[in-house]
């Protein structure tokens, strides 16, 4: 079976620092393109980052400059480095998978485009 696995929330102070794991298990990350996506209070699943198969990253525009995804392939997990903190970055994070067609040099910062998800794991920045 397909599983993945988020950790590393918390709660942090704004201008704060968070790294959030993803492990996969049943498939291997390169296979599939990842995607962070976010769930805030109140408000719609916005992807605030991917990867695609072959690495390439994209970032959306209320992330850009603070967050970094990365993968590494060897332990099969996916990472998502948070910095500069600011409270409207609060919600529950997802580690995403996309189908396994397509995706080998993009990825989707659509939330539709992935089809299984972690459990979540929160993210409070608050003061």
């Known amino acids: 079976q397909l599983h993945v696995v988020e950790s590393g929330g918390g709660s942090v102070q704004p201008g704060g620092s968070l790294r959030l794991s993803c492990a996969a298990s049943?498939?291997?990350?390169?296979?599939?393109?990842v995607g962070w996506v976010r769930q805030a209070p109140g408000k719609g699943r916005e992807v605030v980052s991917c990867?695609?198969?072959?690495?390439?990253?994209e970032y959306a525009a209320s992330v850009r400059g603070r967050f970094t995804i990365s993968r590494d392939t060897a332990k099969n997990m996916v990472y998502l480095q948070m910095t500069s903190l600011k409270p409207e970055d609060t919600g529950i994070y997802y580690c995403?998978?996309?189908?396994?067609?397509?995706?080998?040099?993009?990825?989707?910062?659509?939330?539709?485009?992935?089809?299984?998800w972690g459990q979540g794991t929160q993210v409070t920045v608050s003061s």
């Open positions: 990867m695609s198969k072959s690495g390439g990253p």
């Open positions: 049943g498939f291997s990350w390169g296979t599939r393109a």
């Open positions: 995403t998978a996309a189908p396994e067609d397509g995706y080998v040099n993009t990825c989707s910062l659509y939330a539709s485009t992935y089809d299984f």
